[in-house]
Structures are given as structure tokens and as C-alpha cells.
């Protein structure tokens, strides 16, 4: 590995061993001019116990986004960011195991700009957080893709645990986001179960949840509480949802107020205009074929 850490000589690794050993460092500066496969390098042993730490300014080399790439943890995060200035760099094909309720991205006093990740999660526990972040995490210009491999699970908890407490929190700018096959179970009479995005601000976001399994039951509504800060023309989609729903879903899409231009999809050919209820926030329901439409999006004030 050359370099030495300063913004004039980046550290540029070329192994996810060099990666590794200078990117939980804080305040150095860490260049990649190539991706870091972990398959390449012959210290990786099928997976790491301990999560990867990224404590530095990272960052590709110009004109480029390289990837760290073919990495599975078995650790309570997969990635944790701490004070962090993260650009264009894509976390690709992360596995992540996880045997309690952690998460898998875990930022704190973060700066994450035009990244990419795909994780699998391995999951056997309730919670299933995919990102947790607070103390003024930014997010700008992400993509998010998390596919879930589980068994059934009970009452999943936040999707998006950014902690928002008087603007303390998480903001996303710009960022979509994929869940394949997320599961969205609950059976305890009378109790409630939730995807939170609990943030700042989410603003110009997609949320798409692809194939997700849904089930209720026994009795009493559920709610599945979407944002808990402010969304701005942003939309929540579903697509080829699995349901068995013998009681009705609350559809909440924001409780602040200052929220606005928002769309909630999905077909009544998959979730039955008699399974649920809205309320919260003005937003707009429609089909996932009118979301395709940018005409029928620009007739109704979504796009401009």
C-alpha cells in the first residue's frame, strides 16, 4: 500500500487486508483506484467476525466509483461509520449475517455522498434495521438495495432508524430504496407492527418494497407507520406483494405535518381496498402502472 494519509498522499489500498488496516482511522484520507475484492485477497477466510470499519475521508479516484465488493460478516453490523466522508465508492454483494436485533449499515456523525450498496441479510431475529445513523448523518444521491433472506418473523421493527430528535438526526436527499422480499408479520392480538424510516428529513426519495410478505393474524388493526419526520416528494411503492391479511393495515405515511407531495403505490389487485385505511399526512394513492406515467405524475403536482 502507498501512501500516508493526508490529503496530498491518500493511503491507496489495494486489499481488503491494507483496506482494512488504515479505514477505521479518523480524519485520514484513503483513495481507491481499483476495486477491493475480497476474493482476491488471500487473508480472507469466507467471512469476517468483526464488521468493516470505516472511520476515514474514502473516496475514488476521479471520474470513477470503485467497489468493495464479496464480503460476508457475521458481526452485529456489516459496515459502521463513524465521523465518516464517504464519495462515490459502491459496497457491492455484502452478505450479512446477523443472530440479534443490529443493523446493517450503522453511521454516526457521517457524510455518505453518491454510494451504492447491496446487502443480503441473513436474518433470524424480529429486527430487521437495515440503516441506523444519527448526530447529523447525511445521506445525498444513494442507493440502497437490501434483499432478505429469513424464516417467518414476527413484528419487524425500523426499516430506517436514522434517530430523529430535533433535527439530531438522519437526513437522505435524493436516495432510493429496494427491500426484496422483506417480511411484514404480525400475530399478537391488538398489538402493532411497524416499517419506520424514523428521520430528519427524507426529500426526492424512492422507496420500493419488492415481493414483500405481509401477514396478520389475529385480531385488530395493525399499523405500518411509514416516516416518522418529514417526506418530501417522495413516493412508497409495493410491487407483487405476498398477503394474507385477515384484519386491516393503517397506512400512516408521515406524522409531521410540514410533510407534502407524496405518493403511496400499490394495486388494489394486491392489497384490497377493504384491508386498509390511510391517515397521516396528505399524499396521493395510485396505481403502480399511473407511477410509470410521468403525465398522470405531472397532472397531479408530482413532477413539474
Not at 192 to 200: G, L, N, Q
Request: proline residues 3%; glycine residues 6%.
Amino acid at each position: 500500500m502507498t501512501g500516508s494519509g493526508t490529503q496530498a498522499d491518500p493511503y491507496i489500498p489495494s486489499t481488503l487486508t491494507e483496506l482494512r488496516s488504515v479505514a477505521g482511522t479518523e480524519n485520514i484520507y484513503v483513495k481507491l483506484t481499483q476495486d477491493i475484492d475480497a476474493n482476491d485477497d488471500p487473508n480472507y477466510n469466507t467471512e469476517l467476525n468483526e464488521y468493516l470499519r470505516i472511520h476515514c475521508i474514502l473516496y475514488s479516484e476521479e471520474g470513477h466509483r470503485y467497489a468493495i465488493k464479496n464480503i460476508c460478516v457475521s458481526s452485529n453490523y456489516a459496515i459502521r461509520c463513524y465521523y465518516a466522508n464517504i464519495t462515490n465508492v459502491d459496497f457491492k454483494n455484502i452478505i450479512h449475517r446477523k443472530i440479534s436485533s443490529e443493523t446493517s449499515i450503522y453511521c454516526v456523525s457521517s457524510q455518505i455522498n453518491n454510494c451504492r450498496f447491496t446487502i443480503d441479510v441473513q436474518c433470524s431475529t424480529y429486527s430487521q434495521n437495515s440503516v441506523y445513523g444519527n448526530n447529523y448523518t447525511y445521506f445525498k444521491n444513494c442507493a440502497f438495495n437490501f434483499h432478505y433472506i429469513s424464516s417467518d418473523t414476527i413484528g419487524i421493527g425500523y426499516t430506517i432508524d436514522a434517530y430523529r430528535t430535533d433535527g439530531d438526526g438522519t437526513s437522505f436527499e435524493n436516495c432510493n430504496f429496494v427491500f426484496e422480499n422483506f417480511a411484514l408479520f404480525g400475530n399478537n392480538a391488538g398489538s402493532d407492527f411497524s416499517i419506520m424510516f424514523h428521520v430528519a428529513l427524507m426529500n426526492h426519495c424512492m422507496i420500493l418494497f419488492d415481493k414483500p410478505r405481509i401477514r396478520i393474524d389475529d385480531g385488530g388493526s395493525k399499523h405500518l407507520w411509514f416516516i416518522y419526520g418529514i417526506l418530501k416528494s417522495s413516493y412508497i411503492a409495493f410491487h407483487q406483494p405476498s398477503c394474507d391479511i385477515k384484519y386491516q393495515i393503517e397506512f400512516i405515511i408521515s406524522r409531521d405535518t410540514t410533510s407534502s407531495n407524496n405518493i403511496l403505490a400499490f394495486n388494489n389487485s394486491d392489497i384490497p381496498s377493504t384491508k386498509y385505511i390511510v391517515s397521516g399526512s396528505p399524499f396521493s394513492v395510485i396505481t403502480l402502472d399511473q407511477l410509470k406515467d410521468q403525465t398522470y405524475l405531472r397532472s397531479i403536482g408530482f413532477l413539474p
